[in-house]
């Protein structure tokens, strides 16, 4: 084995946006051929970091020094990263959806002699980064047609045909369910073998503890200290993350679960171009009064797909069935009517459904409610700013101010805000989609605590998520969706992980 | 000392649209010997510009929502031919002619609307179809000809000035009292807004800024209306204008559909899940364009005392530019209305001052485009740096 030398070095960075010190004198040192883990609660400054590294805030926009390979560095944009083989791979990706595996693999690179694109070498030297990263797919492929799991691999290919050394993966797996994930995990672990380090940052601390040689912790924009392989321990990063120790991962609860008022019945949707494709077969379900209700499926089950379409038609106009609430019918048929009879749906894509980017907290929050704190249509512009006040203590939304611009918050806090916004809208059935994706643990528990509190107030909860330990942890009954179905229904006392798999995987069309 | 700097950096960004206007304004008065600010010339800026700085109240709506409308000054025209048929061949009530063309000013927006929210025909296909289609109509009803004269009442619109009920002589004693009163009010509102932010811990700029900045807002008011006074007194066509522009801040800042307005074109989906009914707010933006390019027309008709086929010919172009340089984006989510006017009265006031300096068309459309990219381009550099 070679000695250990460090690759790369971040001394004292310190990096400031108007009215918050995003990160304090951080440093951060990667040891050649390793995996490093950087972990933090959401808004510790992990991304920030990341960008000052790759050249996405530009030298001079920030203090401190980064040494890449002994060398000094100071880049002016991404590009001069990736010469020296720093590459990112953002918490966003970044593909083209329109255009081909091939085609997004070498964008900005592309295989071409005095500007004329050489269509047989791109397609031949695609394949060979599609094997090397287990990808089966062909590189005409066009993006929007393949899941986000091989578009994460594709973001890792298009990586590798820069020459990468040092790769960087901001929450790569936040949007993978546990099967793309694993594969993931293999190949960095595979190309590590083969020489290449990188950094990765993740909320998912199992994936951590499973790949990393080295976690360095970040907490409020400062570096608390750097865990070495040995001593890597799910609690002994929460413990640094948090400053203490987090004994229970789910907050105790006594349900209180009353009769049921909420059911959807012979539900039937199909998707909005092709027609005669049926995504959700057939659906029964039912909620009580104070019962926390989970949905387990692999992606591409129909759940998202569920919930949407029952939240006023959101998904496709053809779809079929009826919804009784308190024993009376629903006509849900537009977004307005379904919050008037009080159900809320947070998105699994915040940026996407979910948030006006450009629009600041307030403004977001209280989107969906709007006559709660107008008069006559008048907004009353006090009253709003109390609300979203008091919305920021409650759910700790860390930003100086609830007039900060959405866009400019780290994803979990993005993610509250989207959650405030319906919380206010004071629903009777609330139906989180992902509602703890790319959420630091000590945030999740904040999660979870305020879907207890808000079950213990006699509503009805429906959660859809792919983290099987948080369904099992969480819910009081749970369904199993599969091809559109509902293939089980297990009491939690029955909620195993295998049992919910063996549902998960049968399908009974 | 941090914090003053940033302050000074965001009140800089808000207001630098005000500091262009004033500047080129000052541009101007030096050029021209001072003949920019006399009392009669500033009636003339008014009166030249309302038609344009109407339709860019209009604009602005549709630009926030993430669109554009190429037809406006087609429908302008065509509506004023309308106008003209009533009026004039028809002998119509000038009060009921209005009235009939402010609605099909709606029916076409209407018409625009329905194509662009429900079927989703981007609206700057369907506004291009438009811009011909009414242009070609505006031929059809005209038969290619001028038709004029409108009655006298109906010109009032354009070219009549408030009554002066206290019979002032040299000077107009009714507009001097409005001058007053309207800036008291903006200093009453400017005042509770402060007291407002202060109640809930706000960052205010400082105590003397703050004063110096209602000085300023009376000054520049009174200022305004004596000058105005020293002529015919307040153009009825000012009245309309400071009505439209209060009204349209008003839905826009502080009611739930400009709420609604911003949603739309800052994410439609989020706002669609929202429970905002985006069709239905894009639909009615497009109505209200339509209504106000009516108006727009109306008024233009009046002033010329006459509907040609040629009216509002690039009136399109000069209201989204006002837009543009008013600091929307084209991506939409972003605009004011107040921003829309400033930015039409850089381009009015450039247009004036050109005139009087004598400058030909072609370098004056030459030098209105120069000016809107730099405009654009301030804005988006100073918004990159901060
Ligand atoms: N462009 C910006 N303008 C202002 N503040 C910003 C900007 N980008 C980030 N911040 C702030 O800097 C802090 C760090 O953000 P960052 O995105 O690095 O967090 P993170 O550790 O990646 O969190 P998460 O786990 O939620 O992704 C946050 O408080 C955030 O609000
Ligand atoms: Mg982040």
Redesign the pocket.
């Known amino acids: 084995m070679k000695s250990e030398s460090t690759i790369l070095e971040m001394k004292s960075i310190t990096k400031e946006?108007?009215g918050?010190k995003?990160l304090d004198n951080v440093n951060l040192k990667v040891v050649e051929a390793e995996i490093h883990a950087i972990c933090?609660?959401?808004?510790?400054?992990?991304?920030?970091?990341m960008k000052v590294l790759s050249g996405v805030y530009p030298y001079g926009t920030y203090e401190g020094e980064i040494l890449f390979k002994d060398q000094l560095c100071e880049f002016k944009d991404i590009k001069q990263s990736e010469d020296l083989g720093i590459v990112i791979i953002h918490?966003e990706l970044a593909l083209i959806p329109e255009l081909s595996i091939a085609e997004n693999i070498f964008l900005g690179n592309e295989q071409a002699s005095k500007g004329v694109i050489n269509w047989n070498e791109t397609i031949s030297k695609a394949r060979e980064l599609l094997i090397k990263v287990g990808l089966q797919e062909s590189p005409n492929t066009l993006i929007k047609d393949i899941g986000v799991g091989k578009q994460q691999l594709v973001e890792i290919a298009k990586a590798l045909s820069k020459n990468v050394k040092l790769l960087i993966l901001?929450?790569p797996t936040a949007a993978l369910n546990e099967n793309d994930s694993e594969n993931l995990l293999n190949l960095l672990m595979e190309l590590r073998t083969q020489g290449m380090t990188s950094i990765i940052?993740s909320?998912k601390l199992n994936e951590i503890k499973k790949v990393a040689n080295s976690v360095t912790i970040?907490r409020d924009?400062q570096s608390i200290e750097t865990i070495a392989t040995a001593d890597i321990t799910e609690d002994r990063i929460i413990n640094g993350m948090v400053g203490r120790s987090l004994t229970n991962r789910y907050p105790e609860r006594q349900p209180n679960i009353g009769e049921t008022f909420f059911e959807v019945k012979h539900w039937n949707t199909y998707h909005p171009i092709q027609s005669e494709r049926q995504i959700v077969k057939d659906v029964n379900l039912h909620i009580k009064k104070g019962e926390i209700v989970g949905i387990a499926g692999l992606m591409g089950s129909g759940r998202t797909e569920l919930a949407m379409s029952i939240f006023g038609k959101s998904y496709g106009k053809k779809t079929t069935g009826e919804v009784y609430k308190d024993g009376k019918q629903l006509d849900l048929s537009t977004v307005s009517k379904a919050i008037k009879e009080g159900i809320a749906y947070v998105s699994e894509d915040r940026k996407e459904y979910g948030l006006i980017l450009m629009n600041d907290i307030k403004e977001n929050i209280s989107l969906a409610s709007l006559n709660k704190i107008a008069s006559k249509n008048v907004i009353n512009d006090s009253k709003e700013y109390v609300v979203a006040e008091e919305y920021r203590t409650k759910m700790n939304i860390?930003?100086p101010s609830v007039n900060q611009t959405v866009g400019?918050?780290?994803?979990?806090?993005q993610q509250k805000v989207v959650l405030s916004k319906w919380m206010f809208s004071e629903p009777d059935l609330l139906i989180l989609d992902e509602p703890t994706r790319?959420i630091?643990v000590g945030a999740k528990y904040e999660i979870y605590t305020i879907m207890n509190e808000l079950a213990s107030q006699g509503k009805g909860i429906l959660v859809i998520s792919s983290e099987l330990p948080e369904i099992i942890g969480m819910c009081d009954r749970i369904y199993v969706m599969s091809e559109g179905q509902i293939t089980g229904e297990v009491e939690k006392a029955n909620a195993t992980q295998e049992v919910l798999m063996k549902y998960m995987t049968n399908s009974r069309g | 000392m941090n914090s003053i700097t940033s302050l000074l950096k965001k009140n800089l960004k808000q207001s630098s649209m005000v500091i262009a206007l004033v500047l080129i304004t000052l541009l101007f008065q030096v050029l021209t010997d001072g003949t920019l600010l006399k009392p009669l010339n500033i009636t003339n800026l008014i009166l030249q510009n309302s038609y344009i700085l109407i339709l860019a109240v209009g604009m602005v709506l549709v630009i926030i929502t993430g669109h554009i409308d190429l037809s406006v000054g087609s429908v302008a025209a065509f509506v004023g031919a309308i106008s003209a048929i009533l009026m004039i061949n028809m002998e119509m009530n000038p009060f009921l002619a209005t009235i009939i063309c402010l609605a099909v000013g709606a029916l076409i927006g209407a018409w625009q609307g329905f194509w662009i929210a429900y079927v989703g025909i981007p609206a700057f296909i369907v506004t291009l179809a438009g811009m011909l289609l009414f242009r070609g109509l505006t031929l059809v009803v005209l038969q290619g000809q001028s038709i004029a004269p409108y009655p006298e009442s109906f010109q009032k619109i354009s070219n009549g000035f408030l009554p002066d009920f206290f019979g002032g002589t040299d000077i107009h004693i009714l507009s001097i009292i409005i001058g007053v009163a309207v800036s008291l009010i903006l200093i009453g509102l400017e005042i509770k807004g402060r007291n407002n932010q202060l109640r809930y811990n706000f960052e205010v700029g400082s105590k003397g800024l703050f004063y110096a900045k209602l000085v300023a807002i009376f000054a520049v008011v009174n200022t305004f209306t004596y000058v105005l006074a020293t002529y015919k007194g307040l153009p009825n066509i000012l009245v309309i204008l400071f009505a439209i522009i209060v009204a349209y801040t008003f839905v826009m800042k502080k009611t739930i559909i400009g709420r609604h307005v911003y949603a739309v074109g800052g994410n439609l989906k989020a706002a669609s899940l929202s429970g905002v009914q985006t069709k239905k707010v894009t639909f009615g933006v497009f109505v209200n364009m339509g209504v106000l390019a009516a108006l727009s027309g109306l008024i233009f008709a009046a002033r010329l005392n006459a509907a040609t086929p040629r009216a509002g010919n690039l009136f399109e172009l000069d209201a989204i530019a006002a837009v543009f340089i008013g600091g929307a984006s084209a991506y939409g989510g972003v605009g004011t209305v107040v921003g829309a006017v400033i930015g039409g009265l850089v381009m009015g006031v450039m247009n004036n001052g050109m005139s009087i300096l004598g400058l030909g068309i072609d370098w004056q459309q030459a030098i209105k485009g120069l000016v809107l990219l730099a405009a654009v381009a301030f804005d988006i550099i100073n918004k990159k740096k901060s």
């Open positions: 946006f108007p918050v995003a933090g609660e959401n808004g510790a400054g992990k991304s920030t970091l918490q901001d929450e940052i909320h970040i924009g860390k930003t400019n918050l780290s994803g979990g806090n790319g630091d």
